[in-house]
C-alpha cells in the first residue's frame, strides 16, 4: 500500500500544470490576493478605512478560508482534478499495467487517500496564508486583529477549525467520489469534465429548483427530494455549527407554506453525508471489479 501512495503522490503532483491549476492555486492564489489588497490598503484610504470598519477575528478568517472547496468555483476545480487523475487511467492505457501487479480495491483506496492529503495540505495552506495576510492588511489599515491568544481562544480556534475541516473533508470526498464515478462510467477526460462541471454547477440551485418546482405543481414531496443532496447537508451542518441554526434554505421552503416546512438536525445531516461517503467508494469499487480495463 506505501508504495502505491507513494506512486500516486508521484503522478498527481508530477503533472505541475495540472495540480497547479486546479489544486495549488488555492495557496498561489491567497497570497497573490492579500499582496493586491495589501498594496490597495496602502494607497488607497477608502479602502482602509472599509477594512477598519470590519477588520474581522482571525479566529473566524482563517476557519471561514476553510470552506473554499465546497464553493462552486472550488468544486469545479477539484471535480477536474478528480476527473483527470481517474479518466486519465482509462484514456491512457495505464490501468492495463498497473492493476495485475496490485488489487484493484488498494489501487481505488490509494487514489483517494493522496488526493484527499493533497487537497488537505492544499486548504490548510490557503486557510493559514488568508488568517495571517488577513492581519497584515488589518495592520497597514490601522486595525485590531483579534482575539488575543489566550488557552481558551486557542481551544475554540482548534475545536472550530478541526471539525470545519472534517465537515469539508468529507465533503471533498463525496465530491471527488462523484467524479471518479463519472469518469469511470465515462472513460473519457473530456466526457468527465462536462458531467463533473455540470453537476458542480447544478446541485448548489437543485434544491431552490425543487423548492419551486414543488411550489408549481403544489406537490410538497418533490421538495423533499432535495434533503437526499449532500451540498443542502453540508450548508445545514456548517449553518448548526456556526450559527446554531438550521440551513437558510429552510427558510426560503417555508415561505412557501407551512406544509412545506421541515428542519434537518446537526445529527441527520452528519448521518447523511457519512452515508454518501461510504455508497459512492461502495459503487465504484463494485463496478471497478467488474471492468474489462485490459480493452
Not at 125 to 137: K, S, T
Not at 177 to 182: F, I
Not at 252 to 262: H, M, R, S
Request: hydrophobic share 55%; with cysteine; proline share 4%.
Amino acid at each position: 500500500m506505501r508504495e502505491l501512495l507513494i506512486a500516486e503522490w508521484q503522478k498527481m503532483t508530477g503533472n505541475r500544470w495540472l495540480a497547479g491549476f486546479l489544486i495549488w492555486i488555492y495557496p498561489v492564489g491567497a497570497v497573490a490576493t492579500v499582496l493586491v489588497m495589501s498594496l490597495i490598503a496602502l494607497v488607497s484610504d477608502s479602502f482602509a478605512d472599509f477594512i477598519r470598519q470590519d477588520p474581522g477575528l482571525w479566529t473566524e478568517q482563517v476557519v471561514g478560508a476553510l470552506g473554499l472547496p465546497t464553493n462552486a468555483f472550488g468544486r469545479i476545480l477539484l471535480i477536474g482534478f478528480a476527473v483527470v487523475v481517474f479518466a486519465g487511467e482509462y484514456q491512457w492505457g495505464t490501468w492495463k499495467n498497473t492493476v495485475p501487479r496490485s488489487t484493484r480495491t488498494k489501487l481505488i483506496f490509494s487514489k483517494f487517500i493522496t488526493l484527499l492529503v493533497l487537497v488537505s495540505v492544499a486548504c490548510i495552506l490557503f486557510a493559514l496564508i488568508w488568517g495571517l495576510g488577513r492581519g497584515l492588511m488589518v495592520k497597514i489599515a490601522g486595525a485590531e486583529y483579534g482575539p488575543a491568544l489566550t488557552g481558551a481562544v486557542l481551544r475554540d480556534f482548534l475545536g472550530d477549525f478541526a471539525g470545519r475541516y472534517l465537515l469539508v473533508m468529507v465533503t471533498v470526498f463525496i465530491s471527488a467520489s462523484l467524479a471518479a464515478l463519472v469518469a469511470m462510467v465515462t472513460r473519457s477526460i473530456m466526457a468527465g469534465l462536462m458531467f463533473g462541471v455540470g453537476l458542480a454547477i447544478a446541485e448548489p440551485i437543485a434544491f431552490i429548483g425543487l423548492t419551486l418546482t414543488a411550489s408549481v405543481l403544489k406537490a410538497p414531496w418533490i421538495l423533499h427530494l432535495g434533503r437526499a443532496l449532500p451540498y443542502y447537508h453540508f450548508d445545514n451542518a456548517v449553518s448548526w455549527i456556526v450559527n446554531e441554526a438550521p440551513s437558510s434554505l429552510t427558510s426560503f421552503a417555508l415561505t412557501l407554506g407551512p406544509e412545506y416546512a421541515f428542519q434537518d438536525s446537526l445529527t441527520v445531516s452528519l448521518v447523511v453525508l457519512v452515508s454518501w461517503a461510504i455508497i459512492l467508494p461502495a459503487l465504484i469499487i463494485y463496478l471497478f471489479q467488474r471492468q474489462d480495463i485490459t480493452s
